[in-house]
């Protein structure tokens, strides 16, 4: 018999895609013959992951989770949105997600210990792959916390509690009335997942991002003719413009249409008790950036005709 070291395991999990709790038990009911662990891993149903590796995952949910002035959001990737249904994949979403209160990274949460299976959260991802029958992801996550005051959620479509499609966490450092805060932090955590701000203000917008704007307003404003001190005016103006369109707390609060969001905050905080600050915010939309497979309707009718 084989001895069955972590190189031989390494390589069977590489082969299958399977967990490597499962990889060390096929090896063993095997003798270390790799090629018979793939095949009892096949047989078990936990080899199917490595099959559908390489297929689109693009659905999913985003799950959100808090513990006292902490908070944690992360995305996990079906190929469906029909598994984002299933009950199973909700629970373990919303598990992963409390796990991501402790995880300091994505790395950190996959090696975590997923309870009550001797997995860990990686290898359970496998397993929900082999059991649910399509490709999953566990893509990102993040965390926000404050020193004093509340982490305020937001789930948009919402399917279970803290699970759904758009998910947003906004930081309010205070020591005001906490029931309040979390009224106010919710309220802007839905202007969020509606307005999509690209910064909290002006000082931390991404000079790239800023910079393209500027070159952009520039030529519009030279196209015009007038005088260089002239032009530099109207850009100045047209940046002021830009930043209250990207800038979450220049924004205009879409709850009213006419107050902008530091000036909400400021109002709020009479009625709080205490100075309310808007430490930070996070908003993860299901799919974003994942480049999605565009199917061709009539060209797999076709190959299904000629399949039959």
Known sequence: ?????AALVKELREKTGAGMMDCKKALNETQGDIEAAVDWLRKKGLAAAAKKA?????????????????????????????????????????????LALAAGDIDALKAA???????????????QIATIGENMNLRRIAQLSVSQGVVASYMHNQVAP??????????????????????????????VAA??????GTDDLDPA?????RN???????????????????VEGRIRKYYEEVCFLEQVFVMDG????????????????????????????????????????????AAAAKAS
Not at 113 to 127: F, I, M, Q, S
Not at 225 to 230: K, M, N, Q
């Open 216 to 234: 952009v307003l520039v030529d519009q404003a030279k196209a015009s003719g007038r005088p260089a001190e002239i032009i530099e005016k109207m």
């Open 54 to 98: 390489g297929r689109v995952a693009a659905e999913g949910l985003v799950g959100v989770a808090a513990q006292g002035p902490k908070a944690a959001i992360v995305e996990v990737n079906s190929e469906t949105d029909f598994v984002a249904r299933n009950e199973t994949f909700q629970g373990f979403v919303a598990k992963v997600a409390e």
């Open 1 to 5: 018999m084989a001895e069955i070291t």
């Open 209 to 213: 991002l800023l910079e393209r704007e």
């Open 258 to 301: 006419k107050t902008k969001v530091s000036k909400v905050v400021e109002d709020a905080a009479k009625e709080i008790g205490a100075p309310v600050k808007v430490t930070g915010f996070l908003r993860f939309a299901l799919g974003e950036g994942i480049e999605k497979e565009q199917g061709d309707f009539a060209a797999e009718v």
């Open 113 to 127: 210990a997923y309870p009550g299976t001797g997995r860990t959260v990686d290898e359970e991802l496998g397993h």
């Open 162 to 191: 803290g699970l759904g499609k758009i998910g947003v966490l906004v930081g309010l450092e205070s020591s005001g009335d906490a029931e309040k805060l979390q009224t106010l932090g919710k309220q802007l955590a839905m202007h």
């Open 195 to 200: 307005a999509n701000p690209a910064s909290l």
